[in-house]
């Protein structure tokens, strides 16, 4: 029988239920995930960690600790992460997903079933979560134009997220000295949220010229969403309209048509698929689409629209009179 000791097993059985109930998972993710802290201020409170739980000896921590920078997020905040930093969100509902239509004794025929079942629900969803921000309004919580502009912007679930930066900005921040340098001007930012602790000195730099604002924290390039600190210099830079140049397309509730699904890139010409074509269609429906979104909640400009649409129909069918249509063969 071979000897084994604590350092062969699992993390939850290295730590034990004792120090799992004392909060040492829970210390670990607010350090690992935390979107602010730099890799300094990381490898204190990595070190502040070990010594309070007297994990300064255990092999596992001391391994993970030598390859941090292959795998904590503090180390890649010059990447362009864009909210691929998502913990295991993502994984676990993929797992979720193939857990509803999976069973070890199924047949073939009833995992297609199940398989297609499942998925038809995900597109409701998708339907209903495109929906519900072209044609529905999300509660906003103050006055600034800037989030009404990035409620029409975004989706529903990065609005929310933006939302609450828009709120921090007004309530747990700061500005603690500005200086000017040629012609930009660098804020030193003050947070106060709890959640923050030590990690709230920040440095914001804002060139008015052209809207440029960026941070230390780097959340921008971290999760394509603008941080409380950037919010905040713009509100004291008297920048009322949310600076376009930080609308990731990814991010907003026109990124998908409600057309690309049902065109399909084989009825393309043979010979002249290219990537330029495609972005031409694509542009289409997305003009097409927006113009409707814009014009839905007013009647008569969707009639006028609709009939100016028709007018082009008749013009293209002119135009086309002798063409052969396009197949998919």
Sequence with gaps: MCNKTNDDYPLIFQLGSHMSKKGVLKRLNDVIWNERINTSE???????????????????????FSIRDKW???YFKDCHLLGLMGKTSRCKGENYFY?????????????HDHFETTKEAQRCLQRKNNHDPRYTNPDTKTKL????????????TVFFEIQKEIIASRLTCYSIKVEEYDGINKFNIKDNDKDVKHFGDFEVSFMKSDCTVTCSCLRFKLTGCLCRHCFYVL?????????????????TKDVV?????????????????????????RDIYYLVDYCVDRLVSDMEKLKLYREKLREMIQDVDEDTRNLQPMTNT
């Excluded at 409170?45 to 001391?62: A, T």
């Design 145 to 156: 134009l800037i989030e009404d502009e990035v409620s029409e912007a975004f989706t529903r």
């Design 235 to 251: 509100r004291m830079s008297r920048v009322e309209h949310f600076p376009r140049k930080y609308i990731s397309r990814r991010w």
């Design 99 to 111: 857990g509803l239509m999976t069973n070890t004794k199924f047949h073939l025929i009833e995992y």
């Design 42 to 64: 990381f490898e204190i409170e990595w070190q502040g960690i070990m010594d309070e739980y007297e994990l300064n000896d255990n092999k596992w921590f001391k391994d993970m």
């Design 257 to 281: 048509s409600r057309s690309s699904n049902a065109y399909k890139m084989c009825q393309s010409p043979k010979n002249d698929a290219n990537e330029d074509f495609k972005s031409m269609i």
């Design 72 to 74: 904590i997020p503090a």
